[in-house]
């Protein structure tokens, strides 16, 4: 009988919180359904510097947490020695990565100051290797790229390696031949159907409570991340989703409903072990599913689940009939968010090719707070030819629209965008920079608006949109000079929940 093969699957998250990457469940499923021998690590208990929700909570956009990081983090210096322990010991077969371009950046710290050894297989897939594919096997790190949708090809990867057949001509990677170094790109593979898509198995036994503890509105709660559905119809130029849908014309269907037996089924194995109170639905676009699935869905939730839930959505989405549906679920509580970005008509139309009335999401806001739901609103600032002057649009915009949650954002030029490459061809910049995270800075050197600037106005966007203006001299200081005005800065913070609890 051939050797039981092992496989150890590697999730370089950069978040200091725990958290399932959506991806892992399925790498896990797969690879125990094929009776490997499983073993997964993640970096989620190693410190990080930067942090983008932790950098969002301390400027405003969130309640302060109790919880800032999962407890007990161990010194990132510790991280490299860990990991290679853990492959010394486990010798795997194959070791499968899953990464979005920050995640990549990161494990590109450590991955290459490891000992792999030479009979280990190196895979990896995910956002990043999807659209820098080229770049990531040119690394001569990895032994295979996935590119696009995974559950098949991974499959087929792993009854290769079981059979011990070459690896080369599988559809959906593009193969290193570490000895020859030569390259060989498969081209995508056709999608399957959504039904098929959800047989696959999902493996959660991996992960312990911690993965599930999530701050929310001041508390900590048991959260889960589910999803329901693949793709978005829309196409703005800042987004990855669109650059995903497009890769596959004429290759099928990509968007995808998830079948709601599969949704339920999930739930229910999840809450046999952690009680769940507020699920994070995780699709672009939640209310753009048909009707009839809405309505199956909340009726579903109100029998079966009952706990609260956080969607996204569209502006275009938002009227009195979906709310009534939503309604249905009787969640205790629904979290709705939706992308506002800017509060620029020539930005939102002309930059993010987002053709939406001001007016309309100011009145989306205005309905879901009068329907009792919990509103979230995501704003971006530092987009390419972006002034001041548009930005102080933006603030105006969050003032109107008082949503509860705030997520303020620095635009990153991801791979392969259209607005990237707009910043590549009025020279912004030159393409190989390292993305920095969303609440870092901006890598953008350009005429209408200075680095700096946008860093500075990201840390006291909250405070110019929640404070009267009386105050507005004050943030100007802490603007100009955070370092030196960290007590007044902290002051305006408490200022701005104190305000925000007398005044909404
Ligand atoms: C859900 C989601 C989230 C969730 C959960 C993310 C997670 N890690 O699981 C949350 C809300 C936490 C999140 C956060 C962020 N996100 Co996000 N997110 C998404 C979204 C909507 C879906 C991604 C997803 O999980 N899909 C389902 C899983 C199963 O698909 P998948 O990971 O792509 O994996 C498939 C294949 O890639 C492949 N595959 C993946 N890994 C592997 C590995 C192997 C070995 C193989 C063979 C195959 C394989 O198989 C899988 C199944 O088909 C996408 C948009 C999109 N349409 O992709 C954006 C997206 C991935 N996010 C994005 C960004 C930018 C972010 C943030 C930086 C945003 C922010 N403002 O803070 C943060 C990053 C946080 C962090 N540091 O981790 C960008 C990524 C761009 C890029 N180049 O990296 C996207 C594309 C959206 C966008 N705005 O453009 N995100
Ligand atoms: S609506 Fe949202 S998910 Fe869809 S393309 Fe625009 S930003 Fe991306």
């Not at 960290?486 to 929940?497: A, I, M, P, S, T």
Request: aromatic share 12%; glycine share 6%.
């Amino acid at each position: 009988m051939a050797k039981k093969k092992k496989i150890l699957v590697l999730y370089p998250g950069t978040m200091n919180r725990a958290r399932i990457a959506l991806a892992v469940p399925l790498l896990l499923g797969i690879a125990k359904k094929r009776a490997w021998w499983v073993k997964y690590f993640d970096t989620a208990f190693y410190e990080k510097e930067d942090d983008s929700v932790i950098a969002k909570e301390k400027s405003g956009g969130f309640r302060p947490s109790p919880m800032e990081t999962t407890p007990g983090m161990i010194p990132k210096e510790q991280l490299v020695g860990d990991v290679q322990a853990i492959i010394d010991d486990f010798q795997p077969n194959l070791i499968a990565i899953t990464a979005m371009t920050c995640d990549y950046q990161y494990l590109m710290s450590f991955l290459p100051r490891l000992k792999i050894p030479k009979e280990s297989l190196i895979i990896i897939g995910g956002h990043h290797a999807t659209f820098s594919e080229e770049k990531v096997i040119n690394t001569g790190l990895f032994d295979l790229v996935c590119i696009g949708q995974g559950e098949k090809t991974y499959d087929e990867i792993l009854e290769k390696i079981e059979k011990d057949k070459p690896i080369d001509r599988i559809m959906g990677t593009v193969f290193f031949d570490k000895k020859s170094k030569k390259i060989k790109n498969n081209g995508l593979r056709k999608l399957i159907s959504a039904e098929e898509l959800w047989k696959f198995p999902l493996d959660y036994s991996f992960f312990d409570e911690r993965y599930y503890k999530y701050p929310f509105d001041g508390k900590t709660v048991n959260m889960f991340w589910l999803e329901v559905g693949r793709g978005c119809p829309f196409n703005c130029t800042y987004c990855g989703a669109p650059q995903l849908r497009n890769k596959y014309t004429g290759l099928g269907q990509y968007l995808t409903i998830r079948p709601l037996d599969s949704i339920f089924k999930t739930i229910k194995q999840i809450n046999k072990h952690y009680q769940i109170d507020i699920f994070n639905i995780t699709h672009e676009c939640f209310l753009m599913q048909p009707k009839v699935w809405l309505e199956e869905f909340a009726n579903r939730w109100a029998k079966e689940v009952g706990k609260g839930f956080l969607i996204q959505t569209r502006v275009e989405t938002i009227n009195q009939e979906m709310l009534d549906i939503l309604k249905k679920s009787k969640a205790p509580v629904i979290q709705i968010g939706l992308g506002i970005e800017s509060g620029s008509k020539r930005i939102l139309e002309e930059i993010c090719n987002r053709k939406m009335k001001i007016e309309d999401l100011v009145e989306a806001y205005k309905l879901m707070n009068q329907n009792g739901f919990r509103t979230n609103a995501y704003y971006m600032l530092g987009f390419p030819t972006e002034t001041r002057e548009e930005i102080f649009e933006t603030i105006d915009l969050c003032k109107k629209v008082k949503a509860q949650i705030n997520s303020v954002n620095i635009f990153q030029p991801y791979p392969e965008l259209p607005l990237t490459k707009m910043c590549i061809e009025k020279g912004y910049m030159k393409g190989d920079e390292v993305v920095p995270s969303v609440t870092d800075v901006s890598i953008l050197q350009m005429p209408s608006i200075s680095a700096g600037e946008i860093a500075n106005l990201r840390r006291v966007f909250m405070l110019y949109a929640k404070l009267p203006k009386k105050y507005w001299p004050d943030i100007e200081k802490c603007e100009k000079g955070y370092e030196p005005n960290k007590d007044l800065y902290d002051k305006l913070l408490n200022l701005r929940w104190e305000y925000e609890k007398k005044h909404v």
